[in-house]
C-alpha cells in the first residue's frame, strides 16, 4: 500500500523577496518548508530596487546582509534636467552610523538582485526554490491546506498545515479566498519601465526630464552594472513603445538629448500605478503576504520592504503556534500589519502625486520611508497602558546600541538579538533576578537572556560604561525588557518584573511558562 504523502509545515506560493523571507525565517526555525513559484526562472528585472534601513536589519538577522551591502550602493544625487540647465537634488541626506541606527541609509540595489541573494541564502539552509509550480487551487480544515500544483509533469497535491500567498499583485491565493482588493488602478496612468545598456548618459546622477501635465522621463543607473532602469511615463492614450530603436527615439523625443542610445535590453515593463489594500490578511490556515495584500505606487521605496516586514512579523508566529502556542497568535498578524500596510499606501501615493508636480517634499526621503519609527504599540500584543521608558513603548522597533563584554571588547546588543529566539535583557540587580527566574517552555522559539551592569547568569553578561544603553532606550532604575524574534520590544516592566514578564510570554509561548 502506498504511503500518503508527508504533510509539510508551510507552502508559500511565491518565490519574490517576501516569500524568500518567510522561507528563510522559517527554515531556519526547523520548519518543513516548501516555496513554490510559477515563473519557469527567478525574476530578471530591476523593479522595486530600494532597501530601507529597516530591512537591513531584517537582512542582517537572517544572515544576507553582507551580500546585500556588496551588491548595491547609496542612492545617487536626482539630476533635474530644466532645459539646458541640471539641478542637482539629494533625494536622501546620508546619514552618519549612530550606535541605535547601524544602517542609516536606503541602500539602492535592482530587484533580480535582491532575489538572487535571498535565493541563495535560503539554499544555504537546505531549501531550493521550486519554479515551474503554479498553485491552482486549494482546500482547508481544521488542520491543514491541501494545494493542487500544475508543474510541467501533470498535477502534484501538497498538503501544509499553513499556506501563504506571497504571490504578486494577481495573487491566486488571495482571488481562491475571495477577498476583496479594495481600492483603484488608474488604466489612464501607465509607466513604461526598460532596463538596458545605455550610452551617452553619466551614470553620477539619477536623471529626470519633467514633462508637461505631469509626464517624465527618468534613468536610474544600477549599481555594479551597465544598465539604467528607465521611466517612462506615457501619455494616456500613447501606445508604448516596444525594441530598441523605438524606446530611444521616444526618449530623445522627450529629452532633446540625440547622444542618449539604449541597446540590451534586459526587461520591459508597462506598469499601472495600482493602490489596492486586501480586505483580511487570510482566513483560516491560509495567509497573505506582500503585493498579494497591498500594491504600492513605486514613489518611496515602499512596496518591496512592507513586505519584507509582513513576512518578518509572520514568521516568527507561525513557528510558535507550530510548536503549540495558542492560534490567536496568529489573529495578531492582520492586527498589527493591516493598519502599517495602510499608512505606506497613503505615504507612497502622496510621494507619487507630487512627483508629477515635481514638489521637492515628493522627491526627499526621510523617517517615514526608513521603516525605523513604525510601532506596534496599541495592538494586541502591545496594549498601551503597560510600562514604558522615556524613549520606547511596546510594540516599538528594540533599538542597536553599543556596549562592552566581560572582557572589555565591544558587544552590539543586535549582536545578542540575532537568531530565531526571544530576548530577555535586563539591567540592575532586581530585574536580573527575575530574568535569571523566568520560566520559559523548551518548545518553539527560545529565550536568550542578557545582562547589564548585573551579576547574574546569562548567556551574555555586558557592561554600560559609556550609558549609551541607558540613553537609547530610556532607562532610569533597574528594567527587565522581553524582546520579540523580530526585533520588537514585546514587554517593559519597571516593577513586578519576574509577574507581568511571566504573563506576558504566556501569550507568544506554546505553553504556560512553567
Known amino acids: 500500500m502506498k504511503n500518503p ?94 550606535t541605535d541606527v547601524p544602517y542609516p541609509n536606503t541602500r539602492l540595489m535592482p530587484q533580480f538582485r535582491t532575489d538572487r541573494v535571498l535565493h541563495d541564502r535560503l539554499e544555504q539552509l537546505g531549501v531550493r526554490v521550486e519554479y515551474g509550480r503554479e498553485l491552482v487551487e486549494f482546500e482547508q480544515d481544521s488542520t491543514s491546506v491541501t494545494a493542487t500544483v500544475a508543474t510541467d509533469d501533470g498535477a502534484e497535491e501538497i498538503t501544509a498545515r499553513y499556506l501563504v500567498g506571497a504571490d504578486g499583485g494577481s495573487s491566486a491565493v488571495r482571488k481562491h479566498l475571495d477577498l476583496g482588493f479594495l481600492g483603484e488602478t488608474d488604466e489612464q496612468d501607465r509607466v513604461l519601465i526598460v532596463d538596458a545598456v545605455t550610452t551617452g548618459l553619466s551614470r553620477d546622477r539619477w536623471h529626470i526630464w519633467p514633462g508637461v501635465k505631469g509626464r517624465f522621463v527618468g534613468a536610474c543607473p544600477l549599481p555594479h552594472t551597465d544598465l539604467f532602469q528607465w521611466m517612462i511615463r506615457l501619455s494616456p492614450d500613447e501606445e508604448p513603445p516596444e525594441g530598441e530603436e523605438a524606446i530611444t527615439q521616444r526618449i530623445r523625443a522627450h529629452t532633446r538629448n540625440r547622444h542618449i542610445e539604449l541597446r540590451d535590453i534586459q526587461w520591459r515593463s508597462v506598469f499601472r500605478p495600482n493602490i489596492r489594500m486586501v480586505e483580511a490578511y487570510g482566513r483560516g490556515r491560509v495567509f497573505l503576504a506582500g503585493d498579494a495584500a497591498h ?31 495558542d492560534a490567536r497568535l496568529l489573529d495578531s498578524y492582520e492586527a498589527e500589519r493591516l493598519p502599517i500596510a495602510a499608512g505606506v499606501l497613503g505615504l507612497s501615493t502622496q510621494k507619487y502625486e507630487g512627483i508629477a508636480k515635481l514638489d521637492p517634499a515628493s522627491m526627499r526621503r526621510g523617517k517615514d520611508e526608513q521603516q525605523l519609527s513604525l510601532t506596534y504599540y496599541g495592538g494586541p500584543l502591545a496594549p498601551s497602558g503597560t510600562d514604558s521608558t522615556t524613549t520606547l513603548h511596546v510594540g516599538d522597533r528594540a533599538p542597536d546600541t553599543e556596549l562592552l563584554g566581560t572582557d572589555g571588547t565591544k558587544a552590539r546588543l543586535f549582536d545578542t538579538y540575532r537568531g530565531p529566539h526571544f530576548t530577555a535583557v535586563a539591567t540592575g540587580p532586581d530585574a536580573a533576578v527575575a530574568s535569571e527566574e523566568l520560566r520559559w517552555p523548551a518548545a518553539g522559539a527560545p529565550l536568550r537572556r542578557v545582562v547589564v551592569d548585573a551579576d547574574a547568569k546569562a548567556d551574555h553578561v555586558l557592561t554600560d560604561p559609556e550609558r549609551d544603553f541607558r540613553r537609547v532606550y530610556g532607562l532610569e532604575g533597574d528594567t527587565l525588557l522581553l524582546i520579540r524574534p523580530d526585533g520588537y520590544v514585546a514587554h517593559i516592566a519597571t516593577r513586578d518584573f519576574l509577574g507581568s514578564t511571566q504573563a506576558a510570554a504566556h501569550a507568544m509561548t506554546p505553553e504556560a511558562a512553567g
Open 5 to 98: 504523502p508527508r504533510t509539510i509545515d508551510v507552502l508559500i506560493a511565491g518565490a519574490g523577496p517576501t516569500g524568500t523571507t518567510l522561507a528563510i525565517d522559517l527554515v531556519r526555525r526547523g520548519l518543513d518548508v516548501r516555496i513554490i513559484d510559477q515563473a519557469p526562472h527567478s525574476f530578471e528585472g530591476s523593479r522595486a530596487k530600494g532597501i530601507q534601513p529597516r530591512t537591513l536589519e531584517v537582512f542582517g538577522d537572517l544572515g544576507a546582509l553582507d551580500d546585500v551591502l556588496a551588491a548595491s550602493s547609496d542612492y545617487p544625487r536626482l539630476g533635474i534636467h530644466l532645459g539646458p540647465v541640471v539641478a542637482p537634488w539629494r533625494m536622501f541626506r546620508n546619514r552618519e552610523r549612530t
Open 295 to 325: 500594491v504600492h505606487t513605486p514613489a518611496g521605496a515602499q512596496g518591496l520592504n512592507t513586505g519584507i516586514q509582513d513576512a518578518y512579523n509572520l514568521g516568527w508566529k507561525l513557528g510558535q503556534v507550530l510548536a503549540g502556542a
